[in-house]
């Protein structure tokens, strides 16, 4: 029975996870083009590579869990969510500014992924989705070392 072996918070985290990776990729795919710092730059192709290879993982799990069509968390303004009003100013800004505004986001981001994936690793039941928070965890926790100060 498809979804069987996930518990609430399973489903929970990779709805919430799903369009939040979505959005921050959006953002990373932006700041490839547009920052000034080298560093940001090399940072958001990371998190281009690295978190787009996870999202496909989540989607993978949200069929699996039989939920691939539910949505909830989309479009919400939620701690480490870039908002549609965030991201269109982002767009607006240039050089320096972009960079610190930016860079706001992707903090932001990366912090309440680590949150979330610990948070999916003390309660999730499933063992695939734990592994992947996990996952997460170490790489976004990585990807938060690179971010400057």
């Known amino acids: ?3 069987a072996a996930f518990n609430p ?3 929970a985290w990779l ?3 799903a ?3 979505e959005q921050a990729l959006r953002l990373a795919e932006l700041v490839t083009v547009r920052a ?3 560093e940001l730059r090399e940072l958001a192709a990371a998190v281009t590579a690295d978190d787009g290879a ?3 993982r989540l989607h993978a799990l949200l069929v699996r869990a039989g ?3 539910a949505r909830p968390h989309e479009g919400h303004d939620m701690p480490g969510m870039t908002t549609a009003t965030e991201y269109a100013a982002a767009q607006q800004e240039s050089g320096a500014a972009f960079d610190r505004t930016v860079s706001t986001y992707l903090r932001e981001y990366l912090e309440q992924s680590v949150r979330l994936a610990d948070s999916e690793n003390a309660a999730g039941r499933d063992l695939t989705t734990r592994e992947l928070a996990a996952d ?3 790489s976004r926790g990585a990807e938060l070392a690179r971010l400057a100060p």
């Open 36 to 38: 000034t710092s080298p």
């Open 1 to 3: 029975m498809a979804g």
């Open 19 to 21: 369009p939040m990776t």
């Open 15 to 17: 709805q919430l996870a």
């Open 54 to 56: 996870e999202l496909t």
């Open 67 to 69: 939920a691939d069509q």
């Open 136 to 138: 997460i965890r170490r």
């Open 9 to 11: 918070t399973d489903l």
